[in-house]
């Protein structure tokens, strides 16, 4: 029987640090949201899907390809399209070659809705994380989020 070890808590100041940046993060991610619903009628995960879109050869990525990108479930992201389908913002279409796989395609009312809210989302972005850091810190910022996403990725 293995002996179950007590917790490594938290210090206060580690306490302090960490409850600080989930409580940025969660007003960052919030903000993005309510910013781009006002801006143009998009959650911050449509308006991730449509950037990975736009930046795809074709305008087109393979679902499962575009769930990796945008670090979506499957089930989440085919959802989302669903919704971003109906919408009109995107379209699916069958992989050449690959019966079992789609596509997921940025129509041309997508690529205007991107384009409309992508001024105010760089606004965002720029008012709350990137002109409230000197550049060493935000470089700083950079290795910070790798070194952690790493981790995570290593998991």
């Known amino acids: 029987m293995e002996e179950k070890r007590e917790p490594r808590w938290l210090s206060d100041d580690e306490q302090r640090d960490w409850r600080a940046f989930v409580e940025t993060t969660q007003l960052l991610v919030n903000r993005l949201d309510t910013d781009l619903h006002r801006d143009a009628g998009l959650s911050h995960a449509d308006f991730e899907i449509l950037v990975r879109l ?21 089930s989440r992201l085919s959802h989302a399209v669903t919704r971003l389908e109906s919408a009109g913002l995107v379209r699916r279409e069958a992989c050449p070659g690959d019966r079992r796989g789609t596509l997921a395609v940025l129509s041309e009312v997508g690529a205007g809705r991107l384009r409309q ?18 550049d060493t810190e935000l470089t700083e910022l950079g290795r910070i989020s790798c070194r952690i996403r790493a981790a995570l990725e290593a998991g």
Do not use: C, K, N, W
């Open 54 to 74: 736009s930046e795809a050869d074709g305008l087109r990525l393979r679902m499962s390809e575009l769930a990796d990108q945008a670090l979506f479930s499957r």
């Open 117 to 134: 809210a992508a001024g105010g989302h760089v606004e965002t972005v720029r008012r709350y994380v990137i002109d409230v850091l000197p």
